[in-house]
C-alpha cells in the first residue's frame, strides 16, 4: 500500500509564504501523476495543482497562478508545493494525492488513487 505524508503547514499571515512536501513511499514514484487539493471549512474538495510524471507539465486551478508553485524531485520520492504571497482564502487542509493513470483527468480527485492525511494551512489577516 502506497502511503502519502504531508508536512510543511502552519499559522502564516496575509502575504507570507509556506512550502508543502509529500514523501510518498514505494519505488515507482516516477509513475505517478502528483496532485494537490485543499478543503476548506463547509467546502467541497478543490484541486490545486498537479505536475506530470516527469514533472515538465503542470497545472494550477486559476486562483493560484502566479502564487503557487509544484515541483517534485523524483530521486527523493517527494512533491513540494510551494505557496506565495498566501491569502485568507487559501486557508484549508491540504491534500497530496498520485494518480496512477496518465491518461484520466488530471483535475478531478475522484481520478486519484492515494491520499495523504492532509496538512492544515491557516491564513490570518
Known amino acids: 500500500q502506497r502511503q502519502l505524508v504531508e508536512s510543511g503547514g502552519g499559522l502564516v499571515q496575509v502575504g507570507g509564504s509556506l512550502r508543502l512536501s509529500c514523501a510518498a513511499s514505494?519505488?515507482?514514484?516516477?509513475?505517478?501523476?502528483m496532485g494537490w487539493f485543499r478543503q476548506a471549512p463547509g467546502k467541497e474538495r478543490e484541486f490545486v495543482a498537479s505536475i506530470s510524471r516527469s514533472g515538465g507539465r503542470t497545472y494550477y486551478v486559476d486562483s493560484v497562478k502566479g502564487r503557487f508553485t509544484i515541483s517534485r524531485d523524483n530521486a527523493k520520492n517527494t512533491v513540494f508545493l510551494q505557496m506565495n504571497n498566501l491569502k485568507p482564502e487559501d486557508t484549508a487542509v491540504y491534500y497530496c494525492?498520485?494518480?496512477?493513470?496518465?491518461?484520466?483527468?488530471?483535475?478531478?480527485?475522484?481520478?486519484?488513487?492515494?491520499w495523504g492525511q492532509g496538512t492544515q494551512v491557516t491564513v490570518s489577516s
Open positions: 494525492a498520485a494518480k496512477v493513470s496518465p491518461y484520466d483527468s488530471t483535475y478531478a480527485g475522484g481520478f486519484y488513487d492515494y
Open positions: 514505494g519505488r515507482t514514484f516516477s509513475s505517478l501523476t
